[in-house]
């Protein structure tokens, strides 16, 4: 064996001896600074920790806490409720409003049915009353007649109007009354008149009595 080559290769050995040893001082400095308490040193150097993980969120369902959700629902039925009040309130005047008309259109029927009973003929009126029908496409098949009262003379005036459905005999099978009160010079209103018989067999509407009073 060289000695000389001996020699030349202790040296490389010994230095990489000393490396090793140097990483593992490294890494046990680097270990010992990991983990020491810095809770109480003024130094002022950072504390280390592991990383936080994301909460697991396979355990949550999603539903509200039972005191919330029970306010929820309250509040939910308390607008139902007052919904339901309001519509039923609504349908209320409605039913309210229709049965003021009614008992007003057969007031005014009935007066004028009963100033109608002591005339003769065909009354003063006559001449003041027209009468259109209307057509069943639009009545929903029943036969109705519109009447146009109008006050010709120079004074306020009331009128009653009789109407007579007619069978194709010529037989009088309904008799409506029709009153319009109250109207101005000039003033003209137009009154419906529907006839309560079936669609067949098809009636005739006449106008038989117009009372001026």
């Given amino acids: 064996m060289n000695p000389t080559s001996a020699r030349t290769r202790r040296p490389v050995r010994t230095r990489a001896v000393s490396a090793a040893a140097a990483v593992v001082l490294t890494a046990l400095g ?3 600074l990991v983990s020491c308490d810095t809770g109480s040193d003024d130094t002022g ?30 509040v939910v039925e ?29 007031r005014s029927r009935q007066q004028a049915e009963d100033v109608l009973k002591g005339v003769q003929g065909q009354g003063n009126a006559l001449g003041e009353v027209g009468m259109t029908g209307k057509p069943r496409a639009g009545t929903g098949g029943v036969l109705a007649v519109v009447l146009t009262i109008t006050n010709k003379t120079d004074e306020d005036a ?28 000039g003033e003209r209103e137009q ?3 529907i006839s309560r018989q079936p669609p067949e067999p098809v009636l005739t509407p006449r106008l038989t009595k117009a009372q001026r009073y």
């Fill in 158 to 185: 009331s009128y009653a109007v009789q109407v007579d459905f007619l069978d194709p005999s010529g037989k009088v099978v309904e008799t409506q009354y029709v009153g319009v009160e109250d109207l101005e010079p």
């Fill in 45 to 74: 150097a950072p504390t280390f920790s592991e990383r936080p993980t994301a909460p697991d969120a396979s355990g949550f369902t999603g539903e509200l806490p039972s005191s919330v959700a029970s306010s929820a629902a309250a």
């Fill in 78 to 106: 308390s607008a139902r409720a007052s919904a339901s009040s309001a519509a039923a309130s609504a349908s209320a005047r409605e039913a309210e409003r229709k049965a003021s008309i009614g008992a007003e259109i057969e």
């Fill in 30 to 32: 680097a270990t010992a």
């Fill in 191 to 193: 009154p419906l008149v």
